[in-house]
């Protein structure tokens, strides 16, 4: 069957993931034909570095597909089928605040948990919303699959702002601990996997999986990750873990995994379980941000530099962002309809039924042509909706505070975060991460 072939915009273009994702976009041009790939980014000599070498990647490998690369909204928005969204307002120099802030005070600094993700949060709220509404304006019938960070926030903001939106907030952490696991236990590809899961955005738990012929995984792999985590025996396995960061917090899950092993965790519970052996672990000079910088962004923009002099990527040591592979199945499910079972970031309604239902979880959904349908997981245990819970209200009071402009809510969300140990703490972090966004923040009251 000849598939419909699709127009994309990466916004964000000058992220350090899109030149990855575009190699991926090439690789799967079987399963979603692409007749036009654009970039936007608000930063126009960032982008260029990328999209300078993007030219060329796609006119050796797939020459068919028209490329083009603009800051302009309109010409961005335009004639547009998906709009895959990855931007980090305030970029990795926000980032590095956002870690090292709540480390001086001896709290969690990380870029989506605590103090630093609502950081992050109130910066990115307007410029996904803007996302959303250059889509609207001039793409009226597209999607917008969103993975800029922080997720939760985002989802919380998105649903309350623009209820209507065609947009699906996802996540590659769970593809990229599947994969671990798909290793643990033998096979080939995490899409071998089915799976019940629930929880928020860097914050669930898995209840079941099986391979597909329901053959139960659990077993095999809780025998592992009570001994290793999600890290292999040998300590190898995911590209992720080649990070040092990374290594610990697949080695982590262990620890996680020993507070309720009657499922296993996503990585980032360590964050709330485990934040002062976080803390105690963690460089406050250099954090997360500078790993980034000093590894993905130099050496990504350096290969993207090299491949626009010599105007050939025959020999580029880029690779197809590997689970980046999820975002083809989500919009080869809109476009063709293949009702691919997948985990969303979308309004609870019942699919966890003894929560809110106008929380933003993370379950498994079925995605086709009119959109996705949420499964029912049912009821949770104590100790996890009281954990959720406490979570859900932190993220609904940042998005509380952006909109009302409060400072009392931004300062009660930092309190109620299993991350901070007390409002006086909270208040110090907040004060001085008002100072630290100046215009990036709406001005609080
Ligand atoms: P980055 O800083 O390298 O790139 C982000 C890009 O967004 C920059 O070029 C920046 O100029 C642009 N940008 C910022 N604000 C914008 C706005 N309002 N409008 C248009 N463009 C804007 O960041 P990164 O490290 O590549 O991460 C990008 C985002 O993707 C983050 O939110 C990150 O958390 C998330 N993320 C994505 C994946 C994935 O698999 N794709 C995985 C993990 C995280
Ligand atoms: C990133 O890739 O920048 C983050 O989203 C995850 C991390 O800390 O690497």
Redesign the pocket.
Known sequence: MMLEKQSVVI????????AG?VMMLIENQDKFPLRKLKF????ED??NIVAKACEVIVKERAPEIEFSATTDPEEAFTDIDFVMA???????SMREKDEKIPLKYGVVGQ??CGPGGMAYGMR?IP?VV??IDYMEKYSPDAWMLN???PAAIVAEATRRMRPNAKIINIC?MPVAIKKSIADIVGLESESDIVDRYYGLNHFGWWTEMTDKQGNDLMPKLKEHVAKYGYAAAEGEGNPLLEENSWMDTFQKAKDVYAVDPTTVPNTYLKYYLYPDYVVAHTDPNHTRANE?MDN??KNVFAECERIAAAQTAEDTTIEA?E??EFIVQLAGALAYNTYERMLLIVKNEGAIVNLADDAMVEVPCIVSKRGYEPLCMGKIPHFQKGMIEQQVAVEKLVVDAFEEKSYQKLWQAMTLSKTVPSASVAKQILDEMIDANGNWWPELN
């Open positions: 916004a964000g273009g000058g992220s350090t993931y899109t994702i936007y980014d608000n930063d960032r982008q990855h931007i980090r307002v305030g970029g990795l870029e989506t990115s410029g803007e996302l993975y800029s960070n590659d980034v993905r962004e962002g689970h980046a």
